[in-house]
């Protein structure tokens, strides 16, 4: 038997003449069959055709392996075991000195090199895991969790296997807590993948094949079972990686996707720790490209009370078509911000707008706006008088003046950027829907640590 590429080739050879060939079927029974199971098959296969072709046993089985590795295959492989039972003859590996055998013995066989048997001293150890809606994590130096489209929880953790060998280079032992992903992986280096009809997992097992031999350090993986009750560091770290794809935790990230909360509210909201809100937001695509930088408010003038001073401004926002005009509010006490999309920028806008926040956040005593021609027009400015409101605007082009409204502008543009996600928030696609999405998250969700004490809309202030 030669140790040929893909599959081993078997020749029957009688007092040193080429008798017959033999080679293994292109369909095999198995999803995946390990290389060394292989040469174990076409013994079973060459050894029938003898005793068809001559009535006995062959005299002599020459596999060019040495001792030792023929016991491993004895012990890895039940092919082996089962194929060469019962023979007594001779197994050798010293091949016929004809010069046809003597070539085809320079190929090697096809072992596993990145596969390791034994855990990886020093290396880093990483757990995988999956939950029922189809989350794939994994827990270790970092941690990542994985949304999938497999029903199948099997598929899923294979998909964070994969992530793991593709996101880890260096030395890694994993853990799973699925023997049948375990066995897949172990496998998969030097395994002949059988063309299956389910499409998916063909491309799964191709994947991590591909995976595997991008590495160029080795890998070790084993599986644990889960949710036992026995103490040590590998239940503990097991149960961790069951933490992070369980409901808490997949419905934190579910209500990031929706709103784009920050790590501070996403941690309050869920009780998670803060490395598990912040693992959740660095994931985020949306999150990372928008990280606008913090500017101070300045030297505004700030209300000393909740609704002693609103700023009210108007942002665009084109996506938004014939609602582009986005009126914004806020109070400079509390930061509370309230916002609406509009039609134009006209008295009757701005007297509407002012209804709403009238509405949500009192009766304000001053309000300070700029001097577009809509705030002093005869009919604004009546309206305020009959709520007894004081109204100031900042001097043109002094980009000071309306500091706490423009970075509220900021704020409320990059939270609708986020939202704009393939998929994720098409339900809220209205533009209102979108501004209110935005304000909820803004006003409510985010926190910070200087915004912690007055994140509340400033009801009950008109006691
Ligand atoms: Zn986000």
């Known amino acids: 038997m030669f140790p040929t590429l893909h599959s081993p080739t078997g020749v029957i050879i009688q007092s040193e003449d080429l008798v017959e060939w033999s080679f293994l079927s292109h369909n095999t029974v198995r999803t995946l069959t390990v290389y060394l199971d292989q040469p174990g098959i076409l013994t079973g296969q060459a050894r029938l055709r003898v005793v068809k072709l001559c009535g006995s046993d062959p005299d002599k089985i020459i596999v060019s392996m040495n001792k030792n590795q023929i016991q491993q295959a004895f012990l890895n492989s039940v092919n082996w075991q089962i194929n060469l039972a019962g023979f007594t003859e001779v197994l050798d590996n010293h091949y016929p000195k004809n010069k046809i055998f003597q070539f085809l013995k320079l190929t090697t066989w096809v072992l596993p090199k990145i596969t390791h048997r034994a855990p990886l001293e020093g290396a880093v150890t990483v757990f995988t895991d999956v939950s029922s809606n189809r989350k794939a994590a994994y827990v270790g130096p970092k941690n990542r969790i994985i949304q999938t489209d497999f029903q199948s929880a099997q598929r899923a953790e294979l998909q964070a296997v994969i992530a793991v060998l593709e996101d880890f280079k260096q030395p890694v032992n994993i853990v799973s807590d699925s023997a049948y992903v375990v066995q897949a992986t172990q496998y998969i280096e030097t395994a002949l993948i059988k063309y299956l009809v389910d499409e998916q997992l063909y491309q ?95 030297v505004n003038p700030q209300g000393l009370t909740p609704n002693m001073l609103l700023q009210k401004d108007l942002t665009h926002v084109s996506l938004f078509g014939k609602l582009s005009y986005v009126h914004v509010t806020i109070d400079t006490f509390s930061h509370f911000v309230w916002a609406a999309c509009q039609t134009g920028e006209a008295a009757a806008h701005i007297k509407r707008h002012l209804l709403f926040c009238f509405a949500a956040m009192d009766i304000p005593q001053k309000i300070k706006t700029d001097s577009g021609p809509g705030y002093y027009s005869k009919s604004s400015q009546a309206f305020l008088q009959q709520w007894h409101i004081e109204h100031s605007s900042g001097i043109p082009c002094n980009s000071q003046g309306q500091d706490i409204v423009e970075q509220a502008n900021r704020t409320l543009k990059s939270q609708l950027q986020k939202q704009k996600t393939e998929g994720g928030t098409r339900e809220y696609s209205t533009p209102h829907m979108q501004v209110q999405l935005a304000l909820i998250t803004s006003n409510f969700l985010n926190l910070s640590r200087k915004h912690l004490r007055v994140v509340m809309p400033p009801k009950g202030s008109h006691s």
């Open 204 to 298: 799964l097992f191709s994947s991590l094949q591909k995976a595997v031999h991008d590495r160029c350090f080795p890998f070790y993986i084993t599986h644990i079972q889960a949710h036992t009750n026995l103490p040590g560091p590998l239940v503990r770290a097991n149960d961790q990686a069951d933490l992070l794809v369980s409901t808490v935790l997949t419905n934190a990230q579910d209500f990031h996707s929706l709103t784009h909360v920050n790590a501070a509210g996403l941690k309050q909201k869920y009780q998670i720790t803060w490395r598990q809100a912040k693992d959740i937001v660095q994931h985020c695509p949306q999150c990372q490209v928008l990280q606008l930088p913090h500017e101070g408010t300045g």
